[in-house]
């Protein structure tokens, strides 16, 4: 019998004066091989080795008259593991895509079967029919843009960018949103800072931040978005005077989905920071966020990335 080296390293066992059953201590392979030799038939099962799910697959060889096998093992571990992911991820897009479209169906369904109401009642109706609209575009225009990040379709196109601009523009998307809740935004940038990057990317993940920023900060609370040189790197970050993010939540937050409780009463669909996660290790950073888990002291997400 023969080992090659991932066999012995799964093993910890060499073959040489030894039975399968001694070289690898698990009864089940034995059995396996005695089956397929009985059988003269390859056979196949599924086995936890070292605590890890293994799939074991016995094929019959033999030369001159000799008779032997081949024992074949794949490590599912990383299988099953997307496996679950996959599994994970279309229970909570089937949530996700259920919610607004059982309001919708509800509200048309009230429409439907009471045309009198009052212009006042149905403009609120129609009203709550955008809203979950928007948030079921919001939901495609993700998963597409997670699609293309983790796929590779999406590739940065790179070049200089006058950084304090870019952050302003950034601002400027979130104004409204910010004086309905009289939010200060101010910027920490000097004017003559420059990085090499791709400005689309970088903005659409800036105003993600800064999204949630305005979302979870109460009323006349502030918002700093910063940019600093730390050779060779770019620092940029969204601070916010907020609710906080407590600190186990903080392991969890760039996870597909993942909205820690207050999250869940804001709405969102969970993908946001996955995918700004994606699209800061595809500009070649990467980001954080940082939190004192004490209510009120807000939370600050980072962003380094190199300056050429």
Known sequence: MQLNQPAQALFASAAAGHTLLQ?????????????????????????????QPHHAYVALAGTAGEHGAVLLMHDLTELERLGRARRDFVANISHELRTPITSIRLIADTMRHMPDLDSQRQHSLLGKIVSETEALGQLSGELLDLAQIESGRMLPKYELVAVHDLLAIVQQRLHAQASGKTLRIQIEASPALRVRTDPLLLERTLVNLLHNA????????????????????????????????????LLRIFERFYRGDPARSKGGTGLGLAIAKHAVELLGGKIWAESSGIP???AAFYIKLPLT
Do not use: W, Y
């Open 23 to 51: 070289a690898t201590h698990v009864p089940q392979l034995n059995d396996l091989l005695t089956q397929a030799l009985a059988a003269g038939a390859p056979a196949d099962r599924q086995l936890q080795i070292n605590g």
């Open 214 to 249: 305005v979302k979870f900060t109460p009323a006349g609370g502030s918002i700093t978005l910063l940019a600093r040189v730390e050779e060779p790197q770019l620092v940029l970050g969204v601070i916010d005077s907020g609710s906080g993010i407590a600190p186990l939540e």
């Open 296 to 298: 009120g002291a807000g």
